[in-house]
């Protein structure tokens, strides 16, 4: 079987991504049959955009005031032949990070094998900070993390026309929890 | 009007390998024949009266050379997709590598059928401009089409049913 | 992931079969080709003795040698353009892959969300 591997443009220093290090999941992959690395920090990010935005159309220029903002996005997934062949605690170090770099889990959806995560972190003036996503199957392990300064109405568009009133409920959440917050912070 | 050779194959390179590669599924013999067809086509420089006559010309050139390749070379598979027995183990199965199972779904097709398919949705052309491409009627264009689709589509749904999606 | 509307299959059928890109040195090879080919065809249209003879002269094949170079200097600049193109293409390509996966994803989340929730309101 032919392994599909998408090999990453650049390898990143920890320093450069200022966010999550991606060894830190390798273990992950020990018995995966395939696995996809995309890793595409601010310059690519830039290049992709510029080629993407010279070719025109909606969807070119929806993808570019997306992408404008961000520092980077990281794609990693691994896929096994039969359940039972990765270890989810080997899927800590990134719930302990994010954890610890104050982002906050929106969604968490668990049905049978599968478990499903969405991270969000906030910004200010009602923007994101990133978004993570860790979506743990029974014979497929997808990691999703974009760093970097996006709207919550970039990423309805990114889900497509199916779009997520859920994540922008727990948006409205969100802004209702800081703003409780910063309330009980004053009345303190 | 002038037509700068370096320029035509630095704009339609893609388009050409491309389609090449897609009819041959080997990238070896795939840039041999798309450097032939650009080879081909300096050789017609003279005859050619834009850019959008050249990547016309080029892409014309190409589907029919690599048609002509894959019968050569006997590059089909042995059975067309419609009596490809059922998946009883996936090479990928999963959402992440759908884009990889409709390829290669497209490759399995019939020459004709996979030219149709596309030169529809890789080069965005209506199916009047495939007719023209390809010297086929319009309707059975519309036909390989609308019949590609629902092979392409009924057999992802076969494969989605067999991982249990 | 089944296809509910037509119109959505058409549109991942458009995203596999983007164009793949040629190995970034395809471009100067064609031109290499193309200017041999110019060389070949300007060589003396006299007998096969004397073309052979020709050919066997240092001379000729400096001079072919010359338009094959004074044709692959200007693809050394474009070289590297096409490099930073290809570069450009192929981030591009991944972005779109990458940005793909999420949709995904996203998408199998909230399906398993209001799988659930069916699930509790039964």
Request: charged letters at 25%; proline letters at 4%; aromatic letters at 6%.
């Amino acid at each position: 079987m032919k392994n599909i591997l998408i090999m990453a443009l650049l390898a990143l220093p920890l320093a450069a991504q200022d966010s999550f290090d991606f060894k830190t999941l390798d273990k992950l992959g020990t018995n995966s049959k395939n696995h996809t690395n995309i890793t595409l920090d601010g310059d690519m990010l830039k290049l992709a955009s510029g080629f993407l935005g010279a070719a025109g159309g909606k969807d070119a220029t929806d993808v570019k005031n997306l992408v404008d903002g961000l520092k980077g996005i990281y794609i990693r997934s691994w896929e096994f032949r039969r359940k039972g062949l990765y270890n989810s605690a080997d899927l800590e170090p990134l719930r302990s990070y994010l954890k610890q770099a104050k982002w906050t889990r929106v969604v968490e959806s668990k049905d049978e094998d599968d478990l499903s995560e969405i991270y969000l972190l906030p910004q200010s003036g009602g923007k994101l900070g990133g978004v993570a996503i860790v979506a743990a199957e029974a014979t497929q392990v997808t990691v999703v993390y974009i760093n970097g300064s996006l709207r919550p109405e970039d990423l309805a568009k990114l889900s497509g026309n199916m779009g997520i009133p859920d994540i922008g409920s727990q948006l409205g959440n969100l802004k209702n929890a800081e703003k409780n917050t910063e309330k009980h912070k004053e009345e303190d | 009007m002038a037509i700068d050779f370096a320029s035509v194959v630095n704009d339609n390179q893609a388009m050409v390998f491309s389609l090449a590669l897609r009819f041959l599924r080997n990238r070896e013999i795939a840039e041999e024949l798309a450097q032939d067809v650009f080879l081909q086509f300096y050789q017609n420089l003279g005859r050619i009266e834009s850019p959008a006559h050249a990547t016309w010309w080029l892409r014309r050139s190409v589907c029919h050379r690599s048609i002509d390749e894959v019968r050569k070379r006997k590059l089909r598979p042995a059975v067309g997709l419609e009596s490809a027995p059922e998946p009883a183990s996936l090479e990928t199965p999963g959402d992440l590598f759908l884009l990889s199972r409709i390829r290669r779904m497209v490759q399995a097709l019939p020459e004709k059928a996979k030219a149709v398919v596309l030169l529809r949705y890789q080069e965005d052309l209506d199916p009047t401009e495939i007719s023209e491409m390809l010297d086929m009627p319009v309707s059975t264009v519309k036909s390989h089409l609308h019949r590609s689709l629902t092979l392409l589509r009924g057999h992802l749904r076969k494969e989605e049913m067999a991982c249990g999606v | 992931m089944a296809f509910e509307e037509p119109v959505e299959f058409e549109k991942a059928v458009k995203r596999a079969l983007r164009q793949e890109l040629p190995p970034p040195d395809f471009a100067a090879k064609v031109l290499a080709r193309a200017a041999a080919l110019e060389a070949a065809t300007r060589a003396p249209q006299s007998g096969k003795m004397i073309v052979l003879a020709v050919w066997r002269k240092p001379a000729v094949w400096a001079i072919a040698a010359g338009i094959t170079l004074a044709a692959l200097i200007p693809t050394g600049i474009s070289e590297y353009r096409h490099r930073r193109e290809h570069q450009a293409r192929e981030a591009s390509r991944q972005l779109l892959l990458a940005l793909d996966i999420t949709r995904l994803q996203l998408q199998k989340t909230k399906q398993r969300l209001q799988k659930v929730s069916k699930q509790n309101a039964l």
